[in-house]
T-cell receptor, first 112, second 110 residues
């Protein structure tokens, strides 16, 4: 069966510090991968998605970036965090041929 | 722009009664609609979906209705159980683009 992992579960970082969140998927190959953010009291905002290694599409211009160095690995990064980057970050995957997406446990990021 | 809207941030129902969660969308090109359930500090879990070529899909206690002319979908939970208490997100999809509503917090009281 397929599983999706995200780490860390929680993170507290000062403004201006770098960020690296990692997501890996097991039990499938060539998945579509997604990064979402849920800000307090808001829905899920799609940040990036990837249909293959090195292929990244950005939905919202911001100081975040994403990379997909391996087929089942998706990384969300920032060089300098802003207060507004605080939120709940979710990684998701889909088989690519169906619409359902399956989410990881999420990372709670607090920028202080 | 909010292409998917859930206008009720919260809903409270009694155990055993029906829960109806509503969702509206603006883009008529969306061709697939989904409901996700989310507990605090966890990722959303897929609940039920419906293709735009259908107007109803049922799975146990959960039924999703789609009204394309009104660009409206709803999730019915019958009978509601305390374990159903969670935040419910509706989502609309076109190709790889999925848009989520802001969520409705459902509380089912025993």
């Amino acid at each position: 069966s397929q599983t999706i992992h995200q780490w860390p579960a929680t993170l507290v970082q000062p403004v201006g510090s770098p960020l690296s969140l990692e997501c890996t998927v097991e039990g499938t190959s060539n998945p579509n991968l997604y990064w979402y953010r849920q800000a307090a009291g808001r829905g899920l905002q799609l940040l990036f998605y990837s249909v293959g290694i090195g292929q990244i599409s950005s939905e919202v211009p911001q100081n975040l970036s994403a990379s997909r160095p391996q087929d089942r690995q998706f990384i969300l990064s920032s060089k300098k965090l802003l207060l507004s980057d605080s939120g709940f970050y979710l990684c998701a995957w889909s088989p690519g041929t169906v619409y359902e997406q399956y989410f990881g446990p999420g990372t709670r990021l607090t920028v202080t | 722009d909010q292409q998917v809207k859930q206008n009720s941030p919260s809903l409270s129902v009694q155990e055993g009664r029906i829960s109806i969660l509503n969702c509206d969308y603006t883009n008529s090109m969306f061709d697939y609609f989904l409901w996700y359930k989310k507990y605090p500090a966890e990722g959303p879990t897929f609940l039920i979906s419906i293709s735009s070529i259908k107007d109803k899909n049922e799975d146990g206690r959960f039924t999703v209705f789609l009204n394309k002319s009104a660009k409206h979908l709803s999730l019915h939970i019958v009978p509601s159980q305390p374990g159903d208490s969670a935040v419910y997100f509706c989502a609309a999809s076109l190709n790889n683009d999925m848009r989520f509503g802001a969520g409705t917090r459902l509380t089912v009281k025993p």
